[in-house]
């Protein structure tokens, strides 16, 4: 049974930063999603093993996203959060997106973290 598991969340000032870290390996394509009440997921970033990124806009410039191999974790540090950052943040993976346009489609994605909440404070 596959398992990504997200840790890094927590609660933050608007301003402040926050990274979130998720642990997989051996996936071509990966991503972070976020979810908040009554919204649907949608993508915030991902990568592909060949080193490709790509953002949703509301968080171009502010976020980065990130793999370290050799410890087979995924990274999305978010920096200038602001009170509508505030979502449960899930990792996600496959290998099977065949396009660089589909990376921040949920439907994608066969593998998914329990989530992490962020919450950013006015």
């Known amino acids: 049974q596959v398992q990504l598991v997200e840790s890094g969340g927590g609660s933050v000032q608007s301003g402040g930063s926050l990274r979130l870290s998720c642990a997989l390996s051996g996936y071509t394509s990966m991503g972070w999603f976020r979810q908040s009440p009554g919204k649907e997921r949608e993508g915030v970033a991902a990568?592909?093993?060949?080193?490709?990124?790509t953002y949703a806009d509301p968080v171009k410039g502010r976020f980065s996203i990130s793999q370290d191999n050799a410890k087979n974790t995924l990274y999305l540090q978010m920096n200038s959060l602001k009170p509508e950052d505030t979502a449960m943040y899930y990792c996600?993976?496959?290998?099977?997106?065949?396009?660089?346009?589909?990376?921040?489609?949920?439907?994608?994605?066969?593998?998914w973290g329990q989530g992490t909440q962020v919450t950013v404070s006015s």
């Open positions: 996600a993976a496959d290998n099977r997106i065949r396009a660089y346009w589909l990376l921040l489609l949920r439907d994608e994605y066969n593998y």
């Open positions: 990568i592909r093993s060949d080193g490709a990124t």
